[in-house]
């Protein structure tokens, strides 16, 4: 266990709908990463926040956001959802601040399945 | 931008034997670290080892190690002693000491052979 908390486990929802992934961090993790891991592509970091403010942005589309709230818990909202959204999402966490080389720990992910 | 490159797909191993999975990056930073992180079929993603660039030893933890060639910017993982409970997919990644993001290899799925 990694201490990362994400809910739900499973989801299954229609195209076009809108869904709202939640993480909860290591206790103490001031820092909160967000990846996508697709069938047939490997892990895409989406974005990583900071102690509740944006650090850092990957290939995050349009359709998706997310936020870091005052307790650290992080929410990942993904709307219009398309057939191609399907994939495994990992909530990741780490102690220090961002450049400090620490370790990231994952959660268990949420798998999202889009019909 | 940096990248990370793990040219092996698919490797096996017998039980008991020892493998290496090889990774290579590309990074213009001199201060960064590395990661093996391995998945097996339930997904969760596990730290197996980690290590940073300006130490020159080269990480170990029980079974797992590692040959860090800062220079030719390599970094494969060996496995001694191979156990079933092995089996699974590993993944490369790099993490830049200025936003602590990872970047990922596309992952060596792993078969150990009883």
């Known amino acids: 266990d990694s201490g990362v908390t994400q809910t739900p486990k499973h989801l299954i929802t229609a195209t076009g709908q809108r869904v709202t992934l939640r993480c909860s961090p290591r206790s103490g993790d001031l820092s909160v990463y967000w990846y996508q891991q697709s069938l047939d592509q490997g892990l895409q970091f989406l974005i990583q926040?900071?102690?509740?403010?944006?650090?850092a942005k990957g290939n995050i589309l349009e359709r998706f956001s997310a936020q870091q709230f005052p307790d650290l818990h992080s929410e990942l909202n993904l709307s219009s959802l398309e057939l191609g959204d399907s994939a495994l999402y990992f909530c990741?966490?780490?102690?220090?601040?961002?450049?400090?080389?620490?370790?990231?720990?994952f959660g268990e992910g949420s798998w999202l399945t889009v019909v | 931008a940096q990248t990370v490159t793990q040219s092996q797909p698919e490797m096996s191993v017998q039980e008991a034997e020892t493998v290496t999975l090889s990774c290579t990056y590309d990074?213009?930073?001199?201060?960064?670290?590395l990661f093996w992180y391995k998945q097996p079929p339930s997904r969760q993603m596990i730290l197996v080892i980690r290590?940073?660039?300006?130490?020159?030893q080269n990480a170990t933890e029980n079974r797992f190690s590692v040959n860090f060639q800062k220079a030719a910017k390599s970094f494969s993982l060996k496995i001694s002693d191979s156990q079933l409970g092995d089996a699974a997919m590993y993944f490369c990644?790099?993490?830049?000491?200025?936003?602590?993001?990872?970047?990922f290899g596309q992952g060596t799925t792993l078969q150990v052979k009883p």
């Open positions: 990741a966490s780490s102690p220090l601040s961002p450049g400090q080389g620490n370790t990231i720990y």
């Open positions: 290590q940073e660039a300006y130490k020159q």
């Open positions: 990074t213009s930073e001199s201060d960064y670290y």
């Open positions: 926040y900071y102690n509740g403010e944006e650090r």
């Open positions: 990644a790099y993490s830049s000491s200025n936003t602590g993001k990872l970047i």
